[in-house]
């Protein structure tokens, strides 16, 4: 009789997780490994050489030409300056790369992704680092499975360790140097002197840019990023995406191709070089896969076998789903132009990525170097004065964006009985410094017996104007009477 153990299974519940599997992507040459490395160039580039351009904007603002001043509350970016109250210049700019975002995937899929996204650049650059220490491919492979850990193993393990350790300090550094002046922290930061959150975030910054680009890399982009699972509703049959061409590849084989040979064999020869060079260790030939970033190396792998077996170029390659049917009827490739990126999607999101452009634009040549808020002091609401005259006090905050003091004068316009005087000022002009805000207490006073004293409410405009150049702004407000 079976006890009765035997008639518990054991199998084991599937892992939730897999363990990773280290990739080595082999190095190619190609146009779209070429169009990597220059984007590559280009933003690393910026990113590291950006806090130390200078620009002149006299001597009492800050010479960096890009700078998250914290401390003031202000974002300078070469002639543009950007104030609190202005924020939604920020949020235009957040929607316009919203809206980028969706314009290329639904063109191009995941190509941020492949060729712009900070993970994808700094993963490039540590590979990079990787493959000139320790060799291709296959060389890596080898130090991988080697289990004995003799010098040259420690050797290589170890340069290649703090080279990318290196490399994540400076990218640490360049952050820490878009929120103060970047020669003045370095200066601070070598001698010790620096404040500890500069050392804090830079030490964040390293752990997470070596974590994320030297070790977690692909893990990155399949567990960690939302965008992969979301960019389904920016696609549709017409987004081009790489894509193998599965009616001419198949069934693939090493099979000998010749004109009179009667192996029927397709294009692809199986030889995995579109595997081997791919960051992510997926086949392409399988379909697509979530993993997929759309770097397109495995075409520039491709296209080299191609070439060197005699094939027409392209058996992988920026495809739709739409031109299967059409190219495997035996028809051309479509135009891409016409096709796949004049289309109804990438129009709309083209007009309102221009139109927020526009609207941003517009806004900042609108602006005014001057502005000012008004408000009334509620606790009393007025205030009567020995002769009879009714007194309201207002809170006037004063902005001068201009690099030198200007003085800004007050007046009110309403009912012409209505008088200002300036709190610790004679007459009604005050000095307000460069590129700051100045809060001045202003009184509005109305005769006894006249209207806006007996009244309750009158409205009042307070205008402010620049005694230097005839600028003027202006807000509404109301004047509170006896009658209130």
């Not at 063109?107 to 540590?126: H, I, M, N």
């Not at 840019?209 to 920016?234: D, H, K, L, N, S």
């Not at 770097?295 to 390659?317: E, F, H, S, V, W």
Request: with cysteine; charged share 25%; proline share 5%.
């Amino acid at each position: 009789m079976p006890c009765a153990s035997d008639s518990v299974s054991t199998n084991q519940e599937p892992a939730l997780y897999a363990a990773r599997e280290p990739i080595f992507p082999k190095r190619v040459k190609g146009k779209f490994r070429n169009l990597k490395w220059i984007i590559m160039a280009v933003t690393l580039g910026i990113y590291y050489l950006t806090p130390w351009i200078r620009w002149d904007r006299g001597p009492n603002l800050p010479d960096q030409a890009v700078l998250l001043d914290l401390a003031d509350r202000r974002f300078f970016f070469f002639m543009i300056e950007i104030w609190p109250h202005e924020f939604y210049f920020v949020a235009g700019l957040l929607i316009m790369a919203g809206l980028g975002l969706f314009l290329f995937t639904s063109a191009l899929g995941r190509v941020w992704c492949g060729y712009a996204c900070p993970q994808t650049v700094w993963t490039d650059l540590f590979i990079l680092v990787e493959r000139w220490i320790e060799g291709d491919r296959n060389a890596r492979l080898r130090l991988h499975r080697q289990k004995k850990w003799d010098l040259r193993k420690l050797r290589l393990r170890m340069t290649k360790l703090v080279v990318w350790i290196l490399i994540g300090l400076a990218t640490g550094g360049a952050w820490v140097f878009y929120f103060t002046d970047a020669p003045t922290l370095a200066m601070d930061l070598v001698n010790g002197t620096a404040h500890s959150i500069a050392y804090t975030t830079m030490a964040v910054m390293t752990f997470t840019t070596v974590f994320f680009g030297a070790f977690a890399r692909e893990q990155i982009c399949i567990y960690a990023c939302p965008w992969p699972r979301i960019q389904a509703a920016m696609m549709d049959e017409e987004t081009l995406t790489v894509g193998y061409r599965e009616w001419r590849g198949e069934p693939r084989g090493k099979g000998k191709r010749t004109e009179d040979s009667n192996t029927d064999l397709g294009d692809c020869i199986d030889c995995m070089a579109c595997v081997n060079v791919c960051p992510v260790g997926i086949d392409i030939r399988d379909g697509q896969q979530l993993e997929c970033i759309t770097c397109a190396l495995c075409i520039d792998a491709c296209d080299d076998m191609m070439t060197k077996i005699g094939k027409p170029r392209g058996l992988i390659d920026y495809l739709a789903v739409g031109d299967e049917a059409h190219e495997r009827a035996g028809n051309p490739p479509r135009s891409i132009w016409k096709h796949h990126f004049l289309r109804p999607r990438t129009i709309m999101y083209t007009a309102l990525w221009s139109l927020v452009g526009v609207a941003l634009v517009v806004a900042l040549f609108m602006r005014t170097d001057i502005e000012v808020t008004v408000a009334p002091v509620r606790n009393p609401t007025f205030v009567t004065l020995s002769d009879g005259s009714i007194r309201n006090t207002y809170e006037v905050r004063l902005l001068n964006k201009h690099g030198e003091k200007r003085p800004f004068s007050i007046s009110v316009k309403g009912d012409p009985s209505l008088m200002v005087e300036l709190e610790g000022v004679t007459g009604e002009v005050v000095d307000v410094p460069a590129d700051a805000t100045k809060l001045q207490r202003v009184y509005v006073i109305a005769p006894n017996g006249s209207n806006p004293a007996e009244g309750a409410l009158s409205d009042v405009r307070v205008w402010v104007e620049d005694a230097s150049n005839g600028d003027r702004v202006y807000k509404d407000t109301v004047f509170n009477g006896k009658g209130n």
